[in-house]
């Protein structure tokens, strides 16, 4: 796939926008890089843009990961239960979507983006308990949101940022703040199993994902630290997270669903 000069550096103001969301949410990044790869850089091939954007956020948010976790909110164990749990279901879930009509994944992944920002809306006032932990006790809760998680995150190409922070406030009880800092383990975890089953058919623009991750590294510092800012003020985070999530996923049903019915 060639794209223009214009384009390449849309790649990059659009990585620019996604790594600012991932800093600040530890999700929204595949909600805003697919329906920017597809809509504003203009990649024709909605699995290409899928595919591209999964490799493009994995890499995004292991920069901010870092960025989190100097700030002491990553919580590893939880993590790492939730990301191990969660590869196993985006390898499956990516399998199965390369095989769905693009027109329908986009959608389908608009229609689960007002599902979950509706539901982030109603929570957003839980402040959660700063000391929580993976235990023996929640450990099959964590990985059972972890597999349905990863299966959604690869099923419609997305790091899953915005099902895994609320999957780990849920199965824990632990703050926004901490579920985002930890849920960029697993979205780096995630976004790499379904970029590696895309790149198996060819469908990862390489040259756009290496902008796009440079645009991003720079969004995501910024992005890391109007999250901290913005944590001691109950809702506050949780709200915007789940207006971002619906005013997207309403532009992509507003451009999607006349191709879909057509």
Request: aromatic fraction near 10%.
């Amino acid at each position: 796939m060639t794209l223009s000069f214009l384009q390449y550096f849309l790649g990059v103001i659009s990585g620019g926008i996604v790594g600012f969301s991932l800093g600040m949410f530890g999700g929204g990044g595949s909600i805003l890089a697919v329906p920017l790869m597809v809509y504003v850089v203009g990649v024709p091939n909605a699995h290409m843009a899928i595919g591209t954007s999964a490799f493009a956020v994995a890499a995004n948010a292991f920069t901010n990961m870092i960025s989190h976790w100097r700030l002491g909110n990553v919580k590893w164990r939880c993590a790492g239960v939730y990301s191990a749990a969660g590869i196993v279901g985006a390898f499956l879930g990516s399998s199965l979507g390369k095989i769905v009509d693009g027109k329908q994944l986009l959608v389908l992944f608009a229609l689960l983006m007002l599902v979950v920002g509706t539901l982030m809306f109603r929570s957003r006032g839980r402040e959660g308990d700063a000391a929580a932990q993976c235990t023996r006790e929640n450990a099959p809760k964590v990985a059972g949101y972890g597999g349905l998680t990863g299966a959604f995150s690869g099923f419609f190409g997305i790091g899953g940022g915005f099902l895994i922070v609320p999957g780990l406030m849920a199965s824990t009880g632990m703050p926004i703040i901490n579920a985002i800092g930890s849920s960029l383990v697993a979205i780096t975890a995630f976004g790499l199993t379904t970029a590696f089953n895309y790149t198996l058919s060819g469908l990862v623009d390489w040259p756009l994902a290496i902008l796009f991750v440079a645009g991003g590294a720079v969004g995501g510092i910024a992005g890391s630290l109007v999250a901290r800012r913005l944590a001691g003020k109950n809702g506050t985070l949780g709200a915007l997270f789940a207006a971002l999530i619906v005013v997207v996923a309403i532009y992509m049903l507003y451009r999607s669903v006349p191709d879909f019915l057509a």
